[in-house]
């Protein structure tokens, strides 16, 4: 059974930047694709990004404006993050999904959840 782990949260200052990191275990990921999502407190889950199961094709919420870039390393069960120019509105917990196929779509489901990692953005 797979069981995703997130790590890299932190906090930061406004403009900074983090990686964010999603490993699996147990099972191999590189059938699928991954997405990150996030949490802030009171607030429902929001899509973030999406990476296809082979890297081919990313996608991102529209608050990103290519300040996120999402990667994956299959050899290595991975997904990566890289957060820049984060601002305070950024502040939540990140979490990141298995895709229920290979190619994102607005009808894809995740799940096997990760616990989160938790991002702090000060102004």
């Known amino acids: 059974q797979l069981h995703l782990v997130e790590s890299g949260g932190g906090q930061v200052q406004l403009g900074g930047s983090l990686r964010l990191s999603c490993a699996g275990y147990?099972?191999?990921?590189?059938?699928?694709?991954m997405g990150w999502f996030r949490q802030a407190p009171e607030k429902d889950r929001e899509f973030v990004a999406d990476?296809?199961?082979?890297?081919?094709?990313?996608y991102y919420g529209d608050f990103v404006k290519g300040r996120f870039t999402i990667s994956r390393d299959n050899a290595k069960n991975t997904v990566t993050l890289l957060m820049n120019s984060l601002k305070p509105e950024d502040t939540a917990d990140y979490y990141c999904?298995?895709?229920?196929?290979?190619?994102?779509?607005?009808?894809?489901?995740?799940?096997?959840w990760g616990q989160g990692t938790p991002v702090t953005v000060s102004s």
């Open positions: 999904g298995l895709g229920s196929g290979r190619h994102y779509s607005d009808s894809l489901d995740f799940g096997s």
């Open positions: 147990g099972d191999i990921i590189s059938n699928n694709a």
């Open positions: 990476i296809d199961w082979d890297g081919s094709r990313t």
